[in-house]
């Protein structure tokens, strides 16, 4: 319906262009030809005034000369009743007159010829030859001519523009409505046929502009049908490769948590293993005498692993409220106190590898606010990692102090040990980054997570002694709350 409304004012925009032209045509056209009748006009009054010249001046002289009054009179009555000529007189030198007619129009044409007698143009005049004719029967003629010309050149060209319009219609305008139908019901999901204008076989062997038109757009179409089938084709791909990127993402994920809680429940396990252990070779290698000694040395150690035991629990829930985003359980504590007991927990992990655990720690209490066993799992690991690189013999040293300058807490694990080769210092804090057969390469990407949940930073650097230095820095608070495990 809007392309038939369009198309028509299309055809009455048209309409009015060829009228507005037509009309403007037939004005000058009728213009001009006004012009030239008039001219033409003019032109034939004159050559009548020179006709009268040629033929009759040298008779009216000779009868002026002759004072032939009556054959002059009669001269001057025919002349005046010749087309368009108003008046004509004779003035003679004596000032004698004669004259036939009168003058009725407003515009004129006033011709005078002198009268010389018959071969004596040297001698003085006999008088004046003067011819009126009136332009008023001309310009009645013209106005009459001027309805005529323009009512005949207006239906002529109103005709003409009538039949371009026709054939505008019959050649264009019919075939843009079904071409706008094609255009607006394309459909690129099932096959439609192509477009055919209703024209006759020779018209549509023989390509014109619109043929060209119908062409472009069934070539549009089945090229645009090709594209969306690719595009439809490509989204599924690209569907079905977000379904396995998605998969494979949680598959990481998976393998990572599995990873994660795997390393954290290792380190309270392996204490566990190795006080059972030592339990064990105790027991059997007591003798009657040590009964009472080795009965206060495993409720000792058995205390320990219910110890180890409820930090795998702990740690659990941790990781349970990490999964679940929890937030986390934060209290203010003391950091000497917390590497004490720290320190404690892997002793045997230090005895074991023959390396001793120094600790440096500052003389006063250095309070932090943080969740206890986040902060634990983080020195675990560090001081573990420090033990495994150290050599038999050596030393781990676990020191505290305060920087007043930026009011932050250090927590620093020094060890001489292997150290870190130049291209690993890029990875140490990536996950999965391990250079140990049975390593997992999350501790330290946890480690730095956790320093960051509590707005603080995990640091390496190499030492002079060949080893590493990993520095915790935690914000600094006040003295009131004492850690309690
Ligand atoms: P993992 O201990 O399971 O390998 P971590 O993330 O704790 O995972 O450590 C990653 C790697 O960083 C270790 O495998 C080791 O190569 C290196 N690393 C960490 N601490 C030290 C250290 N104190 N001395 C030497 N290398 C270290």
Redesign the pocket.
């Known amino acids: 319906m809007r392309t038939f409304s369009s198309q028509h004012r299309t055809v009455r925009r048209l309409i009015l262009y060829i009228i507005l032209f037509s009309s403007a045509i037939t004005l000058i056209s009728s213009a001009l030809q006004l012009y030239l009748e008039y001219t033409k006009g003019v032109s034939d009054i004159n050559a009548e005034i020179h006709q009268i010249k040629d033929s009759q001046l040298e008779s009216i002289a000779l009868n002026v000369q002759d004072r032939n009054i009556q054959l002059l009179q009669l001269q001057l009555d025919g002349l005046v009743k010749l087309p368009g000529i108003e008046r004509i007189s004779i003035v003679t030198t004596d000032r004698v007159k004669w004259r036939a007619g009168e003058v009725m129009s407003n515009e004129i044409i006033d011709e005078r010829f002198v009268l010389y007698q018959h071969g004596r143009e040297q001698e003085p005049p006999l008088g004046i030859l003067q011819i009126v004719v009136g332009l008023d029967e001309l310009y009645s003629r013209l106005t009459d001519r001027v309805y005529f010309i323009v009512i005949s050149n207006g239906i002529k060209t109103f005709l003409v523009a009538g039949f371009i319009l026709y054939l505008f219609q019959y050649l264009v305008t019919r075939h843009l409505g079904k071409i706008s139908d094609f255009a607006q019901n394309l459909t690129f999901d099932k096959p439609i046929p192509p477009l055919v204008l209703d024209r006759t076989e020779k018209e549509r062997s023989s390509p014109d502009e619109l043929q060209t038109v119908v062409t472009a757009l069934n070539g549009m179409q089945l090229r645009l049908g090709d594209e969306l089938k690719k595009r439809l084709e490509a989204e599924q791909k690209l569907l079905a490769s977000r379904d396995q990127i998605a998969h494979l993402d949680r598959l990481n994920s998976m393998g990572e948590m599995v990873s994660t809680i795997t390393?954290e429940i290792n380190q309270p396990l392996t204490a566990i293993a190795s006080y059972a252990q030592s339990a064990t070779r105790r027991i059997d290698n007591a003798r009657p005498e040590q009964q009472a000694e080795l009965q206060q040395w495993l409720a000792t150690t058995l205390k320990k692993i219910s110890e180890q035991a409820l930090r795998s629990g702990k740690v659990l829930q941790r990781i349970r409220n990490f999964v679940k985003l929890r937030a986390m359980d934060m209290q203010r504590l003391d950091a000497n106190t917390m590497l004490r007991e720290v320190s404690d927990m892997v002793e045997t992990t230090a005895n074991s590898n023959q390396v001793s655990l120094v600790l440096e720690l500052n003389p006063s209490p250095l309070y932090v606010e943080g969740d206890p066993v986040q902060l634990q799992q983080v020195s675990i690991?560090?001081i573990?990692?420090?033990i495994?690189?150290s050599h038999p013999g050596a030393q781990v040293v676990i020191s505290t102090c305060l920087n007043s300058e930026n009011n932050e807490v250090e927590l620093c694990?020094h060890?001489e040990?292997?150290?870190?080769s130049g291209e690993?210092v890029e990875h140490?804090?990536e996950p999965f980054?391990?250079?140990?057969k049975q390593?997992?390469?999350?501790?330290?990407?946890i480690?730095l997570a956790i320093a960051k949940a509590h707005n603080g930073t995990l640091k390496y650097q190499a030492n002079a002694q060949g080893?590493?230095d990993?520095t915790l820095t935690l914000p600094a608070v006040g003295e009131e709350v004492a850690y309690d495990v």
């Open positions: 390393h690991n560090l573990k990692n420090a495994e690189a694990i060890d040990g292997v150290g870190v690993a140490l804090f980054y391990t250079s140990k390593g997992m390469g999350v501790g330290l990407s480690s080893g590493c990993f």
